[in-house]
């Protein structure tokens, strides 16, 4: 079902990456990519950095969480976030690292310096900067599935509210909360993401059948996902698939989780609105708006921005 697609296919073959990479969207809002551009050091020096911030003193790393930020940027403690339409909280903390740039600072903050990780800074925006370029190189794939030109989605991502997550899954040492998982069902709200560390096992997406598939790429490979954007914008041609993280099986709670999903976003100001394309072979249109207004909305569902 999740047959890896190796991505040198589109250096040779544009056109068969492309369709490749749309189809298994089609069918279950995933994908799995092979020979991925993103650099091996990088994303190890990245995955130590990760665990020796998770590891710091509670006290050390609440200095890092914003109250009222949304979780945008920076730490969010564990406990914080739950999938839309469900009250357990999810088992997990998290860290946020955002684009830098000089404008739309309203909306996207500076990513906080961590002083205690002397590599965390540059080797997590490294990384973001690497998921980012390897992220609008699949988004060209994207456009020619959808018959658009290569580069439609361009200048609408370049300057886009997105984010590298570094997600820690604690180990646990009693009961699970009932009802909770560590990451409940849900979809993820931006354009695609492109996720790293997903061997460990429990990663589920929801089939249109209805059944739940482990997805548990090969050691070395990318999983990528539709969001809600996407799904809203080819007016559900592709689909942003429920998906969620199990619990551990007992006899491997005692180990801890981690990965790095990269939320690939639009630019504040996009308007989001149905292709033609996509709406004459049976879609169906969502009214329009904006991608800032659109993740203000999603953040107060999800609550991360409390009214």
């Known amino acids: 079902m999740f047959e890896p697609i190796s991505y040198s296919l589109w250096k040779s073959d544009k056109s068969a990456f492309a369709q490749k990479l749309g189809d298994s969207f089609r069918e279950t809002g995933f994908a799995v990519i092979s020979d991925h551009t993103i650099d091996s050091d990088t994303i190890n020096t990245v995955q ?65 310096n961590v002083d205690q990780v002397p590599a965390f800074d540059d080797a997590t925006y490294g990384l973001f900067e690497s998921m980012d370029k390897f992220g609008r190189d699949l988004l060209a794939g994207i456009a020619l599935y959808l018959e658009l030109p290569e580069d439609y989605f361009e200048d609408k991502v370049d300057h886009g509210n997105s984010i590298l997550r570094l997600l820690h899954y604690p180990a646990q040492d009693k009961p699970f909360p009932e009802g909770s998982m560590r990451a409940a069902a849900h979809e993820d709200i931006n354009v695609i993401t492109l996720l790293l560390g997903a061997e460990e096992a429990g990663l589920q997406a929801k089939h249109r059948s209805g059944e739940w598939l482990d997805i548990n790429p090969p050691e070395g490979t990318l999983v990528i996902n539709c969001g809600d954007m996407l799904q809203r914008l080819t007016a559900g041609y592709l689909p942003s698939t429920s998906h969620r993280v199990l619990n551990p099986a007992p006899d491997r709670v005692h180990l801890p989780r981690y990965s790095m999903p990269y939320f690939l976003h639009f630019n504040p100001d996009v308007l989001i609105k149905a292709l033609p394309g996509c709406v004459a072979k049976g879609g169906t249109a969502e009214p329009p708006i904006t991608a800032a207004d659109y993740l203000h909305e999603r953040l107060v569902e999800i609550g991360l921005i409390k009214t």
């Open 48 to 112: 130590q950095a990760c665990k020796d911030f998770f590891a710091l003193p509670r006290s050390v790393k609440q200095s890092y969480y914003e109250d009222g930020g949304g979780g945008q940027r920076g730490y969010t403690p564990f406990g914080s976030e739950n999938a839309k339409g469900e009250s357990a909280i999810d088992l997990k903390e998290f860290w946020h690292t955002g684009r830098k740039l000089e404008n739309y600072n309203a909306i996207m903050k500076p990513t906080p």
